[in-house]
């Protein structure tokens, strides 16, 4: 079994490099220790909901910014996808240029 690198934890924000949700910012809120090649489980609160995580191989993943206890501490507690989506916010502009495309893409009203 492969091990996963040292910033993806719980509370990482990511960016898909491959896939639907290829340029949209996200965060991992599980991982997949079962898994012959190391996956996580990331939601954005909106396409995909904290109720409804995408698994997803560490492969296909960019880091923005590494998790923090405090982050993971509040998934654990009970996140809602509207907190979720605030967290993620900042992070859109990122996220859209490390996809090569206009943050405005991503938005639908």
């Not at 091990?3 to 509370?11: E, F, L, N, R, V």
């Amino acid at each position: 079994m492969t091990s996963k690198p040292p910033d993806i934890c719980q509370g990482s924000v990511v960016v898909p490099t491959a896939g639907r949700g290829y340029g949209r910012a996200m965060m991992i809120v599980g991982i997949c220790d079962n898994a012959a090649r190391p996956e996580v489980l990331i939601a954005d609160g909106k396409t995909r909901p904290l109720e409804r995580p995408k698994r997803k191989n560490l492969a296909h993943l960019r880091v923005l910014r590494p998790g923090t206890p405090e982050l993971a501490a509040e998934l654990s507690r009970g996140m809602t996808n509207r907190r979720l989506r605030e967290l993620l916010l900042p992070f859109a502009e990122e996220a859209a240029v490390a996809a090569g495309r206009n943050a405005t893409e991503n938005k639908t009203s």
